[in-house]
Nanobody, 125 residues
Framework: QVQLVESGGGLVQAGGSLRLSCAAS????????MAWFRQAPGKEREFVAH????????YYAESVKGRFTISRDNAKSTVYLQMNSLKPEDTAVYYC??????????????????WGQGTQVTVSS
């Protein structure tokens, strides 16, 4: 079992920045691939970013490339999402996800067995 707790969400103006954190506990964090997803009201959960357990492989949704950066600190059992140049369309609940083995598309939610409760990000225009 892995427990995930997100933090760092809030209200920010368009063009601003936020850094989300996801603290993990329960198992060896460094063995897990991690990802961020988001879900806006009335929409399906969508992939944002993925980082492999070594940190060597990074994947981003096209909509956030060049603006968001995913990183991890295995010593702190934490994964981060640095979000810059935020846009109103980035408004959503952001979820942290984890799994030991990603056998298919790392952008698919069902590849991940562990999820946090989410943190709200609201970007005003």
């Amino acid at each position: 079992q892995v427990q995930l707790v997100e933090s760092g969400g809030g209200l920010v103006q368009a063009g601003g920045s936020l850094r989300l954190s996801c603290a993990a506990s329960g198992r060896t964090f460094s063995n897990y691939a991690m990802a961020w997803f988001r879900q806006a009201p009335g929409k399906e959960r969508e992939f944002v970013a993925h980082i492999s357990w070594t940190g060597a492989r990074l994947y981003y949704a096209e909509s956030v490339k060049g603006r968001f950066t995913i990183s991890r600190d295995n010593a702190k059992s934490t994964v981060y999402l640095q979000m810059n140049s935020l846009k109103p369309e980035d408004t959503a609940v952001y979820y942290c996800a984890a799994d030991l083995f990603i056998v298919g598309d790392p952008g698919r939610p069902n590849e991940y067995g562990y999820w946090g409760q989410g943190t709200q990000v609201t970007v005003s225009s």
